[in-house]
Nanobody
């Protein structure tokens, strides 16, 4: 079982950058695909991106492609979401997620979730 704790959220102006981190503990991180979802008030949880077990393959939602980058460090059991060129519509609670083996894009594919970190982008 994997436990996840996010950090790095905050308030930033449009066009700015933030770096979210996710620290994993417990067993199985090296066998886990990792991802990020977000949820804005009144909206459903939305896929942001995912990264495979070896950190080689990454997939992104169209809304963040070319602005966000996911990376992982298996030795440190951490996952990072680098967010550049932030827009007000990126404002949401961001969740780090994990699942065994291969990545997915639906929330119900991921059994392990962190508590979330708030990102607010002002215009």
């Amino acid at each position: 079982q994997v436990q996840l704790v996010e950090s790095g959220g905050g308030l930033v102006q449009a066009g700015g950058s933030l770096r979210l981190s996710c620290a994993a503990s417990g067993r199985g991180f090296e066998n886990s695909a990792m991802g990020w979802f977000r949820q804005a008030p009144g909206k459903e949880r939305e896929f942001v991106g995912s990264i495979g077990r070896f950190g080689i393959t990454a997939k992104y939602a169209d809304s963040v492609k070319d602005r966000f980058t996911i990376s992982r460090d298996n030795a440190k059991k951490t996952v990072t979401l680098q967010m550049n060129s932030l827009k007000p519509e990126d404002t949401a609670l961001y969740y780090c997620v994990a699942k065994e083996w291969n990545p997915g894009v639906r929330p119900d594919e991921y059994p392990y979730w962190g508590q979330g970190t708030q990102v607010t982008v002002s215009s």
